[in-house]
């Protein structure tokens, strides 16, 4: 009697086994990576409004001086989603959008606040909108629109001021 329960035991055990694996298998994911840490920053936004708008115009290509999904600029890009998310209504040009905020110290930014970049000098020649955790969103000359890392040197070097609207 002893004997025929020894195989049932040991496919009773392996079966256990088995199961109690699959359950707490785990699988990683590397959130380190930049793709990942854009990813949190879109996913810590307060507005889902924000959120919505972000998503829509994800991928959008760059035109200068374009307003619409079939190109925007940077500028057009920031005073389309200030009007459509807040109600505020900026100047068209990155330039006299740097004109009417109210300065803010790039540590105290807030969801919604507007960072400016001269790539080309002195003056103000781009804008991205403020996430959250260093990250921001702007019409990019080379990829669209896309969430990006202001910490990132190639920001930092070219980064003028930023601040609120309201």
């Not at 298998?25 to 930049?34: A, C, G, H, M, N």
């Not at 990813?39 to 998503?55: E, Q, V």
């Not at 009417?100 to 110290?105: A, L, P």
Request: aromatic share 14%; glycine share 10%.
């Amino acid at each position: 009697m002893h004997t025929t329960f020894k195989p049932y035991a040991f496919y009773l055990v392996a079966l256990v086994l088995f199961l109690s694996s699959c359950g707490t298998r785990k699988y990683t994911v590397k959130s380190d990576t930049k793709g990942a840490k854009a990813a949190d920053a879109m996913s810590n936004l307060k507005s889902k409004p924000l959120y919505r708008f972000i998503t829509d115009w994800t991928g959008v290509r760059y035109r200068f001086g374009g307003l619409d999904k079939g190109g925007i600029d940077c500028s057009g890009f920031a005073y389309l989603l200030e009007k459509e998310i807040y109600g505020v209504t900026l100047p068209r040009i990155s330039r006299d959008q740097a004109n009417v905020i109210r300065k803010k110290d790039i540590d105290n930014l807030k969801e919604g606040d507007l960072v400016f970049f001269s790539f080309g000098g002195n003056d103000v020649d781009h804008v991205g909108v403020y996430l959250n955790n260093g990250f921001f969103v702007h019409a990019s000359t080379t990829r669209g629109v896309i969430v990006d890392d202001l910490t990132l040197p190639a920001y930092q070097r070219v980064f003028v001021k930023s601040g609120s609207v309201n």
